[in-house]
């Protein structure tokens, strides 16, 4: 058996995309998507993922799979653009999804009708999960922590671990969003430090601390003696009172309100309005007005 893996940069979200193919049949899967946004025009189109369409094409391969690590809070996925390109693709998402949809659907008050079952994605996944990918296997590990519907795949010995670790020098994911719990993050990453030394790690987001180049691969044996949050020298006890410490210090992701709209949709986009128009919601804080 023989892997192909690609990774596509999106530059205005530091977001990792992947096409991960079985070259023997050309079965692929696709990673984290991108849609390209702009907040400031409301704009949409599908300029991220040209580069990768045009790959999919050159190297004459089936996309079956378009597999999201969680909802992400900083782009929008373009899962449905990519439904219109591969049809027969299914998409597919942690089963956690449910409790993050219950939540924002109260967050933002989202019509009646907006179900909280997941059923806008083609399958929920759980721990234990494996997916055919031609003549090979996704394995899905429920990796929750930074959200309740964090998962990682591992396929051969390549894991695709969204947002719940990044490179050595730039530590884990924050806990504070709903569902997010430092405890749990902690214990989803022991589960990544199981897996042999030689696993190739492959990151959803990389911010380049200190001005360096971007990289978005290391092992699992790298992070583990090198992880400035949560390497071998950093105890349960520790890992938790740095998080929670540091995440009272973040500010909410630029593209929060629009992204987790989005992306509890599975990549669509709200209904239209009675004026034919579709809208994106902004909660406010409630201020004492003179």
């Known amino acids: 058996m023989s892997t192909s893996i690609k990774s596509f940069f999106d530059e205005d979200t530091s977001t990792y995309s992947y096409v991960v193919a079985d070259t023997a049949s050309s079965k692929a899967a696709i990673i984290d998507p991108v849609m390209t946004f702009d907040p400031a025009s409301g704009t949409l189109d599908g300029s991220s993922i040209e580069p990768l369409l045009d790959y999919i094409r050159e190297q004459a391969l089936e996309p079956t799979w378009i597999l999201e690590t969680h909802a992400h809070a900083d782009h929008l996925s373009s899962a449905p653009l990519l439904k219109e390109h591969f049809p027969a693709a299914t998409t597919a998402i942690g089963r956690g999804i449910t409790r993050v949809q219950a939540t924002f659907k109260t967050v933002f008050n ?11 994605f083609d399958r929920l996944l759980e721990e234990g999960d494996s997916l055919p990918l031609g003549d090979m296997q996704i394995e899905v590990i429920a990796t929750p922590g ?44 022991q589960k ?21 180049e971007h990289r978005n691969v290391t092992t699992v044996g790298e992070e583990r003696k090198h992880n400035i949050h949560v390497g071998e020298a950093h105890s349960l006890e520790d890992f938790k009172e740095m998080r929670e410490a540091r995440d009272k210090t973040l500010g909410a992701p630029r ?15 709200p209904p239209a309005e009675s004026n034919g128009r579709r809208y994106l919601k902004l909660p406010l804080k409630s201020v004492a007005v003179e």
């Open 110 to 120: 989202l019509e009646e009708d907006f179900q909280t079952d997941g059923s806008q």
């Open 146 to 189: 930074h959200t309740s519907d964090s998962v990682t795949y591992l396929i051969g010995d390549a894991a695709f671990v969204g947002d719940s670790i990044f490179m050595p020098d730039m530590g884990t994911a924050r806990c504070d969003f709903p569902g997010g719990d430092a405890t749990t993050l902690y214990q989803s990453i």
């Open 192 to 212: 990544l430090f199981d897996l042999p030394d030689e696993t190739t790690l492959y990151m959803c987001h990389d911010y380049a601390p200190g001005g360096r």
């Open 255 to 269: 593209l929060l309100y629009p992204s987790v709209q989005v992306n509890i949709r599975a990549g669509h986009l």
